[in-house]
């Protein structure tokens, strides 16, 4: 999320039409799924199981204009139906979404704040073992002194006054090595009291920050489910909202026309989408053999979009926009890309996530193993090029740039999570020989 006006910065799938028994299976299990998931926090809603009805089928009812009327009664409600559906998964998968975001946010706070806590009690504790040292100096120092022979020599020197106020003289001084001693043990008891008063901070801190980490991972899991029931709702609303407005048309029709000629306009849907998605994969052959973004590093991590870096990682101003606002801490790196420039996945893996939340606007998440993933937000409307759970490779484009969500300017929200929270990329892609901006 950033601010591009004030200096430029930097933060659906696809689906192949499924047979009416297939369609209906589909949008019966979507339907359960949504109130599942709406069941914990509203009333639940019902069930919607359609019965398609099949080309013959309207085509027998055009020749009978009751049939007739009573079949665009019915496709009209089928279509208004799958529409209602998707705007209730859609709306369910964003209230998810966002406490996920907001899960996200408290973790990582909670470990920045556990690892500052850490820091000043590792620093503490360090000043306690110096703090001690010195004190053992001093009263070793105390103990070769001796103050034992003090008593003998008054005695031997009684009546000497010269010796005596020597004598008093060495008393007095040995009087303020004693007042400095009192103090270096007071500084070493001072400095072990902070040391072990911030190790049990750091230690509430530590349990704090695990109960968040368990807390976001639930949040994801449900995000991840509500987002499947909405692309799933979205899916057979595209694959058969297409086929039911074609029927529809058919019945509306004058003239005599045969169900085949609307059965080719759809054929011809579906060819031109595969020459879209061919015209794609073109593009990124071509981008990674010339090297840029996309081109994957001997390391087998990729340049996930081209642009300078117009935000860092680190703290900054609170960004609101028509999305929302941001947090004070950016836990990214934004690059400037331009609207509708291409996103590469940074490495290979498994999509944990694809779709909107307020503040990120269009947000795709891979895993790619070892307690890595790697987030893209602030995709255009209609940008996102893969789903949840989908095998995506190291510099396949993934998505096309935007400025959805608490954005000012199109751009890549980019992050790296490390064991769950966010960490610097910059450094982290440095690492793999691929240089961000």
Known sequence: ???????????????????????????????????????????????????????????????????????????????????????????????????????????????????????????????????????GQVASQLYRTGTGDLSVNLFLEAGNTQSTDALLSKLGNMNQMVERSAGVYRTAQQKANSAQSLGAQAEVAQVEREKLRVAAEAALQAAQEAQAAAEAALAESQAKKV??????????????????????????????????????????QEAMQNGGPGGVATSGWALPASGWISDGFGPRDVICSGGGCSSSFHYATDLATGCWAPIYAANSGTVTFSGYSGSYGNFVKINHGGGISTGYAHIVDGGRLVGSGEWVSAGQQIAWSGTTGASTGCHLHFEVYNGGSRINPVPFMADRGVYLG
């Open 1 to 135: 999320m950033d601010r591009t006006t004030r200096r430029p910065k930097t933060a659906r799938a696809r689906t192949s039409p499924q047979s009416p028994s297939v369609a209906r299976r589909a949008l019966a299990v979507t339907a359960l799924v949504a109130v599942a998931l709406v069941g914990s926090v509203a009333a639940p809603q019902t069930a919607f199981a359609a019965d398609y009805p099949s080309w013959p089928e309207v085509e027998q009812a055009k020749a009978n204009t009751a049939a007739g009327a009573a079949a665009v009664e019915q496709i009209t409600g089928l279509i208004a139906e799958l529409e209602a559906n998707v705007e209730r998964t859609r709306i369910e998968a964003e209230r998810r979404t966002e406490e996920l975001f907001v899960a996200q946010q408290k973790y990582d706070d909670a470990v920045y704040k556990a690892d500052q806590i850490q820091a000043a009690a590792d620093a503490s504790a360090a000043e306690a073992v110096a703090a001690e040292r010195n004190a």
């Open 243 to 284: 086929e039911l407005e074609a029927q529809l048309a058919f019945l509306k029709d004058a003239e005599a026309k045969t169900t085949a000629a609307y059965e080719e306009g759809e054929r011809k849907r579906k060819e031109e989408e595969e020459r879209r998605r061919q015209e794609e994969e073109r593009r990124r």
